[in-house]
């Protein structure tokens, strides 16, 4: 495998590299280059390498994510929570003092190869305790929203304008977000019994309540509504919520068994993951059938099915090529701060490949 470029080339401004390994970015912030994890595994081949490993004491130093730097998408990328500088005990000896700005729970991205780490907003969590946020963020197809819960809030950050707009109907259970093809709405779910599901328009802003059903993972492509609950998966006209295809995964096993925690879809729609405490399946939506799994859970799938993440949250990427069987693994984040799934969008960038070169 050929090695990844060093971050001293990437485009984060006003770094500087240094002879204890460290390239630092700003006054206190740095990142250092470090060697995968070699795991066994019947199913994955596990490769040597280097990935950056990011060390943020000070989050406002931090470059943001820009929508108008090209350079930041010329791959997928991966959306995350990090509290950067989530416990006191953990600073080391001449770092910058803990703060409650550090400590609180920000929105982060970086490209699917490790590097070109930003800050996506540090807003939405204002004056909540780290441990009240638990659910995945979801970014807009044309990558200029996030939409995420914020305690018993729901909200949507602008990239473009810099600025926070929370939607009404505060969160009562878990949330739930599936954004328009094109961008121009987002139907969030508040959690309510019933699964109250209301439609956003970006344009108006007004919200409308709807008769749609969703969980927290799907997306609408071609007029076509595809959707992960947590006992199968199924493919509905959006217009009219007639069920087109529905599958139902583990057969014969008791609902116990069925349920999942976790699901996940590929930008296609075509395949489908969930994992609950005790199995993990995957489904065919094209074909209409469960198949066998091969190989663990896939948390975020890239295009066309070919790279996938199988770690969950962002503290230790595990990035596999479904086509070679091949893995990388790596400890992305220093310090903890983060048990929040990350996703994957910009899913098309380098025809859907998350290596510039070859792996």
């Not at 790596?330 to 070859?358: C, H, M, Q």
Request: net charge positive; proline share 4%; hydrophobic share 30%.
């Amino acid at each position: 495998m050929k090695k990844l470029l060093s971050l001293c080339l990437a485009v984060l401004t006003l770094t500087a590299c240094t002879d204890d390994g460290r390239t630092y970015v700003g006054e206190h912030n740095y990142y250092t280059m470090e060697p995968t994890e070699i795991a066994e595994s019947p199913s994955s081949t596990y490769q040597a390498g280097e990935f950056p490993r990011y060390h943020v004491f000070r989050a406002k130093e931090w470059p943001r994510e820009d929508l108008n730097d090209a350079s930041s998408y010329d791959l997928p990328r991966v959306q995350f929570t990090w509290a950067n500088l989530s416990e006191r005990g953990v600073l080391e000896k001449g770092a910058p003092a803990y703060t409650d700005y550090e400590g609180r729970v920000k929105v982060w991205s970086m490209k699917t190869d490790g590097t070109d780490l930003r800050l996506v907003t540090d807003l939405p969590y204002k004056g909540l305790h780290r441990d009240m946020v638990y659910d995945k963020t979801s970014r807009s197809p044309n990558n200029r929203y996030v939409a995420m819960d914020a305690g018993m809030k729901v909200k949507v950050f602008d990239i473009k304008e810099q600025k926070m707009i929370d939607l009404p109907h505060k969160l009562t259970g878990p949330s739930g977000y599936i954004w328009a093809e094109d961008s121009s709405y987002l139907y969030y779910r508040t959690g309510q019994v019933g699964r109250v599901v209301y439609k956003w328009d970006v344009k108006t802003g007004q919200v409308e309540k709807t008769d749609i059903s969703i969980s927290g993972v799907g997306l609408i492509k071609d007029g076509l509504l595809y959707h992960v609950g947590t006992v199968g998966s199924s493919i509905r006209e959006e217009k009219t919520n007639k069920v087109l295809t529905q599958v139902q995964w583990g057969d014969n096993l008791p609902l116990s068994a069925v349920k999942t925690t976790y699901q996940a879809i590929s930008p296609e729609g075509d395949k489908t993951w969930a994992a609950g405490s005790r199995n993990a399946f995957y489904v065919d939506l094209k074909e209409g059938v469960e198949k066998p799994r091969e190989g663990a859970m896939q948390y975020a799938i890239g295009l066309n099915s070919k790279y996938a993440l199988t770690n969950y949250n962002a503290m230790r990427m595990t990035v596999k090529n479904n086509q070679t069987k091949q893995s990388w693994k790596w400890r992305a984040l220093s310090n903890n701060g983060t048990r929040n799934p990350a996703i994957v969008y910009n899913v098309s960038a380098n025809n859907g490949d998350w290596f510039k070169e070859t792996k």
